[in-house]
């Protein structure tokens, strides 16, 4: 049976559906002094008795956090007999060191309290791929760059798929095989962490007359992408489109965006927005 998260809820439809899993009927209430209590039902709990448990939960929150706690806890007083926990998209997962002496790393921390609820873990495209080591549960990293590929136009003007970093290369590059052409290249991106400000520079990859398609892990404030399209702009570029796994997409993302002027972007439903085209529920099946 398959526990949907709050946020979750599209995406675990989708994989219930393509799995054969029945969709558990969640509800997320909240207690008067702010406690929250995700439940299943009576009868859904009497179903999941000796079958196996799949929590999808993306923790975009920390309400998020706890109520997949809460779903995992759900599931074993229920009497499940295996708790497999998706995470399409990791909070906390960029938090993967102590930066400055004296931080905690909340990667760590939030693997460890999930380990303690399930048996295993499945994590979509995070930004870091160690952090899995900080489950102690077997955890397997579930790829959904080549997905991104599918909502892109097939009329596309001798593409260029651009990672704005050389860390996003890969993501680039597999977008570019599953488009089935082009070639893939990156920015150089130097970010200012008191103000967030960010610097994009093309160096020498050619766009002159081409279309773009700037390809990323995750998109949050908008400030990687806006600040890259602006710099295509400065070289006769043809359309630029925007692909992202996660897109998170905080705060005034879109007006930059829009404001910089791109052609078209879409994400996954890891996060589930107005331009999560692309559904993960097909990789995901594969390891569910
Ligand atoms: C960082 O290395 C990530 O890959 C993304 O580039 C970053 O999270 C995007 O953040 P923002 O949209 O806030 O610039």
Known sequence: M??????????AARLAAATDHDLARVTYDQFPDGELCAALTEADADALAGTHAVVVASTLTSDAHLELLQLQDAAREA???????????????RQDE??????PVSARAVAGAISAGTDRVLLVSPHEPDVADFFDVPCETVAAAPRLAEPLPDDLA????????????AIAERARDAYGAGTADYFEKERDYDTGDVEISPGNTDVAGRDVVLVDDIVATGSTMSEAIDALHDREVG???VVCVHPLLVGNARTKLERAGLA?????????????????????????
């Open 2 to 11: 398959i526990l949907p998260g709050s946020h979750s809820q599209s995406l």
């Open 239 to 241: 359309r630029a489109f």
């Open 158 to 169: 001798d593409p260029v798929f651009v990672a704005p970093d050389e860390g996003a290369i």
């Open 79 to 93: 009497g499940a007999a295996e708790v497999t926990t998706v995470l399409p998209y990791m909070g906390y997962g």
């Open 264 to 288: 078209g972007i879409w994400g996954t439903d890891t996060v589930e927005r107005d331009v999560s085209a692309v559904s993960v529920a097909p990789v995901l099946a594969e390891f569910v």
């Open 98 to 103: 102590a930066f400055t002496p004296g931080q």
